[in-house]
């Protein structure tokens, strides 16, 4: 599998998960273990540009597939624009849920690029965060749709 853009060869257990893969083989610290039942989101990664709860898919099943987490979206130390964007419109208090919910959010928004705030809700119903009350995650979101829309308009322009 490539992982954030590098090969990885390995072997693994047949039952073992992505998410513990990525965590323990790969030392890849921004995938969280949260619930371990697919509730909580904080796992969330990218196969082949398709947001997934890693304790989902057995690695194994990963075989042959592009992974991408949210260490992966950061290209020459430049933030990808929702990672900025739930910096500027602080969508994060502990941070446990971040890097899911960013995934989460760029799928949201690739699938949906016009979604309301009501779409932003129920499209990141399968994130969980217990501290912010998703106000500025939203908001962060919103973000990301704005800046999109701008430079939509400046290069019509």
Known sequence: ??????????????????????????????VHTGCNTTSCGACTVHIDGESVKSCTVLAVQADGHEITTVRGITENGV????QQAFHEAH?????YCTPGMIMASISLLKENPDATEQEIREGLEGNLCRCTGYENIVKAVQLVQQHEDEMAQHAAS
Not at 79 to 82: D, E, F, K, S
Not at 91 to 95: A, D, V
Request: charged share 15%; glycine share 16%; net charge negative.
């Open 1 to 30: 599998m490539t992982v954030d853009g590098n090969a990885h060869v390995a072997e693994v257990e047949p039952r073992l998960l992505l998410l513990h893969h990525l965590r323990e083989n790969l030392g890849i610290g921004g």
């Open 79 to 82: 933030w990808h624009p929702m």
């Open 91 to 95: 969508g994060l208090q502990c941070g």
